[in-house]
């Protein structure tokens, strides 16, 4: 059974810091790119950082230079640290897992809120 388990999201004042977490079990993590996707209310889910099976990255545009995503293959986990928080950075944040069209697993999402 695949599971992917976010942690780390929570309430932080612009300017602030969150390291959000994902931890995978069920899946051969090695092989899969690892995305964090965020959700806003009213919006749709859009892609903030992805790192492929052989470590390379790329960001949104919106959040380059300020969000760092990593990922530990040894321990099946993939990071996203998110600097310089903005309130428009508010959103569940949702890990994904991607091999293939049939391969594609999503977490239930944790909630980041940037205000004062």
């Known amino acids: 059974q695949v599971q992917l388990v976010e942690s780390g999201g929570g309430l932080v004042q612009p300017g602030g810091s969150l390291r959000l977490s994902c931890a995978a079990s069920g899946i051969t993590f090695v092989a899969y790119a690892m995305k964090w996707y965020r959700q806003a209310p009213g919006k749709q889910r859009e892609l903030v950082a992805a790192i492929a099976s052989g470590g390379n990255t790329n960001y949104a545009d919106s959040v380059k230079g300020r969000f760092t995503i990593s990922r530990d293959n040894a321990k099946k986990t993939v990071d996203l640290q998110m600097n310089s928080l903005k309130p428009e950075d508010t959103a569940v944040y949702y890990c994904?897992?991607?091999?293939?069209?049939?391969?594609?697993?999503w977490g239930q999402g944790t909630q980041v809120t940037v205000s004062s």
């Open positions: 994904n897992a991607w091999f293939s069209a049939q391969n594609n697993y």
